[in-house]
């Protein structure tokens, strides 16, 4: 094999661009590997990873156009095919976008009332504070922004009477149109703010699976709730979903959050005159006058299903033979349960639950001190990752758009002969690569053609979050799946109880009886 690094100085393209141009010349007849990125430090580990010998001299700001091959020939067709597939994209678009030069001049042609930003951390924040100052809403997609930035747009936002979704918000529906990441459910009654973008993903699948809909599903960043930040745009969403016609039951999702925050927002729902649920990742159960709290996210959405008024349709349950089952197929020496997500808040949730069961769970996002890992690229006993954390995404796509570190992170997991259990979830809708499986179907039927090889066996956990109605085909991503031999959950809860009792069935460990998708813990 010979290989190429070609680095074009001061060259941007936009990462779902080159991701995907990578995956189209890495297809090429030819080709072992290929990767065009921008040369910041994560993208630079991933070509020493992969092998190649060279390109630590781009920066941040200059485009990596690298290729492997089995000729100069095939390097030099792959090459100029990225070129080509690079020109095109920079040539597309209509008339009408091509005439548009800033926010500003969009904003004087009244087309809208609210700007979505997607643009490097460095950007984003001139951006978001102009679409403001021309009164618009704003869903700012992009991470890597200050804290103290994130307090001042949503202080002016606030000011303005506007709402200021981010940074880092991967999700929200307004009017029944979904922005960024988000899945295609029905409308109904249920308006829901989270801090959360997979919380609201999952939240908002389950209240469609069992019959009800959503008004309006708003984000505000997982920052938000912080003591910086004071929960500014969770209460200002709260007002106006109370002010929404549509919205009839409000729901808030949250990770745990300080007490003086949790009180505000538990306040607002009291007072708002509608009934409402509150879900903190890992909270109590309970109810109260006019708000009932949970601390799963598909409890939170039977909750809102039962508040709108629609009767709860009976949950998954999985017994305790499938976990035994599995459990019997390993060795002695496989104990450990590896998490590899693309969803922060589906992370933090198989935590919450893992540790219940487990003890500690590491992680680059860990809820504990004395969890966090020490080696990103090493996993240690039962360990999650989060892969759309902001160190594993600056210069790449987000990880539900982008499977390459997944891929690649499974393949390194599944050769720990510990590893009892690979966790992860595949996220369907709008935004999401548009056929996952098909990305992870032959990763995951060699890995465990290779464990076998070695005598062992891995048992594989998803859960796939979606609804009939999305663009990848629920029931054929479903199916993908199986047949590599993966075990589909029906909700993320189950699909963590069920990797925390087969590593429980290897140790010896006591099982608590039938688990399902919305069992709360004894």
């Not at 003086?260 to 007072?271: C, M």
Request: net charge negative; aromatic share 4%; hydrophobic share 40%.
């Amino acid at each position: 094999m010979e290989e190429k690094i070609l680095v074009r100085p001061n060259t941007y393209y936009d990462s779902v661009t080159l991701m995907s141009a990578s995956q189209k010349v890495g297809r090429m007849e030819g080709i072992d590997a290929a990767l065009l990125g921008m040369g910041t430090q994560l993208n630079l580990e991933l070509l020493g990873a992969l092998g190649f010998d060279g390109g630590a001299e781009a920066g941040p700001n200059d485009l990596i156009l690298a290729v492997r091959g089995v000729s100069p020939e095939a390097m030099e067709r792959a090459l100029a095919e990225a070129e080509r597939i690079l020109t095109r994209r920079a040539e597309q678009g209509s008339p009408r976008r091509a005439g548009l030069k800033s926010l500003a001049q969009a904003a004087r042609l009244g087309a809208g009332n609210l700007a979505l930003i997607s643009v490097p951390g460095a950007y984003a924040v001139r951006e978001a504070r102009q679409a403001l100052e021309h009164n618009l809403h704003v869903m700012l997609f992009s991470d890597n922004v200050s804290l103290q930035d994130e307090v001042e747009l949503k202080e002016l936002a606030h000011a303005k009477g506007l709402l200021l979704m981010g940074p880092d918000c991967g999700t929200a529906i307004i009017n029944g149109v979904p922005l960024a990441f988000a899945n295609a459910v029905r409308r109904g009654s249920i308006g829901i703010v989270g801090a959360s973008g997979t919380g609201i993903q999952e939240v908002s699948v389950q209240i469609h699976r069992q019959g009800g809909g959503i008004s309006q599903a708003i984000g505000t960043g997982g920052r938000d709730l912080s003591l910086p930040a004071g929960g500014r745009m969770v209460l200002d969403g709260i007002e106006a979903l109370r002010q929404d016609p549509a919205t009839q039951v409000i729901v808030v999702i949250s990770k745990p959050a300080p007490p003086e925050i949790r009180a505000k927002v538990l306040t607002a729902l009291e007072q708002c005159g509608k009934p409402a649920v509150y879900c903190v990742l890992g909270g109590e159960a309970g109810s109260g006058p006019a708000v009932k709290q949970a601390g799963t996210l598909l409890e939170t959405a039977s909750l809102a299903v039962e508040a709108a008024g629609y009767p709860v349709p009976a949950l998954e349950w999985v017994g305790d033979a499938l976990a035994i089952e599995a459990a019997g197929r390993l060795t002695g020496g496989q104990r450990y349960v590896r998490g590899l997500f693309g969803g922060g808040t589906l992370a933090d949730e198989a935590m919450l639950l893992l540790r219940r069961k487990l003890g500690r769970v590491y992680s680059n996002s860990p809820l504990s001190s004395g969890e966090e890992l020490a080696d990103l690229g090493r996993s240690f006993r039962h360990t999650v990752l989060d892969l759309g954390d902001d160190r594993f995404t600056v210069g790449r796509p987000h990880p539900m758009i982008d499977y390459t570190l997944r891929l690649a992170r499974l393949e390194q997991e599944a050769q720990d002969p510990e590893v009892a259990v690979i966790l992860f979830d595949v996220v369907l809708g709008w935004g999401s690569h548009p056929d996952p499986a098909a990305e992870l179907e032959p990763v995951l039927r060699r890995v465990r053609q290779s464990a076998l090889v070695s005598g062992r066996d891995i048992s594989l956990a998803a859960y796939l979050c979606g609804t009939e109605r999305d663009p990848q085909g629920y029931q054929k991503q479903k199916d993908t799946l199986e047949g590599a031999g993966v075990k589909v959950f029906g909700s993320n809860a189950a699909a963590a109880e069920f990797a925390a009792r087969v590593a429980q069935s290897v140790e010896g460990g006591q099982s608590s009886g039938n688990y399902g998708a919305v069992q709360p813990e004894a």
